[in-house]
């Protein structure tokens, strides 16, 4: 009789955590670019087209320490335009034993685009061709 209450109980444990755990939104990556070239820009500056759909988006990035200090971004669609000067801001972290960096960017993350649409993306080192970063649009 024992066992068939542990047995309940390790079921209704099992059943409990399973229900407790939110399941991961996939997000999608509207649009991705690593600006590790300086082909890759026309006079200093980067442009490209991509179709976004209707929605929330977050940029995210993948600076280091050589990345441009301010990386200026713009969007415009027909009913959507976006401009933030994002400036890489470097995190120290110390281990007890050597100090490192994390890198990122601060400014306006978050964009809402009002309906599916063709964007123009306008990327712009102010400069620094030659320090590389990614940078990500993904659907929250």
Avoid: C
């Avoid at 976006?82 to 400014?107: A, K, N, P, R």
């Avoid at 964007?119 to 940078?135: D, F, H, K, T």
């Amino acid at each position: 009789m024992k066992k068939v209450i542990y047995v309940g109980i390790a079921i209704a444990v099992v059943i409990a955590l399973g229900l407790s755990i939110e399941p991961k939104s996939e997000k999608t990556v509207a649009y991705h670019v690593t600006l590790a070239d300086p082909k890759l820009y026309t006079d200093g500056i980067f442009t490209d087209t991509f179709e976004i759909q209707k929605g929330i988006y977050q940029f995210s990035f993948v600076p280091n320490g050589d990345s441009p200090q301010t990386l200026s971004i713009t969007l415009k669609g027909v009913t959507f335009s976006f401009g933030e000067d994002f400036h890489l801001e470097g995190i120290s972290h110390e281990t007890g034993i050597s100090t490192y960096y994390t890198w990122d960017y601060l400014g306006k993350k978050v964009i809402q685009v009002p309906d599916y649409q063709e964007l123009q993306i306008v990327i712009n080192p102010r400069g620094n061709l030659l320090g590389s970063v990614s940078v990500d649009l993904t659907r929250t």
